[in-house]
Nanobody
């Protein structure tokens, strides 16, 4: 089992940047694929991007491709979501997720087993 805690959310201006972190504890983070999801008010949770356990494969939603970058440092048991060129549509609670290797291609939230509590990102225009 792995426990996840997100941090780094806050208020950003349109066009600005934020970097979210996902700190993992419990079993070694390097054994898990990781994903980022978000949920805006009144909307369903949606896929943002994911990375396999090794950091060699990534997958992004079309809405963030070219603006957001996922990375991880397994030695620090931490994953990251670098968000650039933010706009108001990026306002949401952002969640880190993890599951065993092989899940990273899945964009369906209900297929991911472990979740953090979320961190709020608000983009002002």
């Amino acid at each position: 089992q792995v426990e996840l805690v997100e941090s780094g959310g806050g208020l950003a201006q349109a066009g600005g940047s934020l970097r979210l972190s996902c700190s993992a504890s419990g079993r070694p983070f390097s054994t898990y694929d990781m994903g980022w999801f978000r949920q805006a008010p009144g909307k369903e949770r949606e896929f943002v991007g994911s990375m396999d356990w090794s950091g060699s494969k990534t997958n992004y939603a079309d809405s963030v491709k070219g603006r957001f970058t996922i990375s991880r440092d397994n030695s620090k048991n931490t994953g990251y979501l670098q968000m650039n060129s933010l706009n108001s549509e990026d306002t949401a609670i952002y969640f880190c997720a993890a599951d065993h290797a092989g899940i990273y291609n899945s964009r369906r939230p209900n297929l991911w087993q472990y979740w953090g509590q979320g961190t709020l990102v608000t983009v002002s225009s």
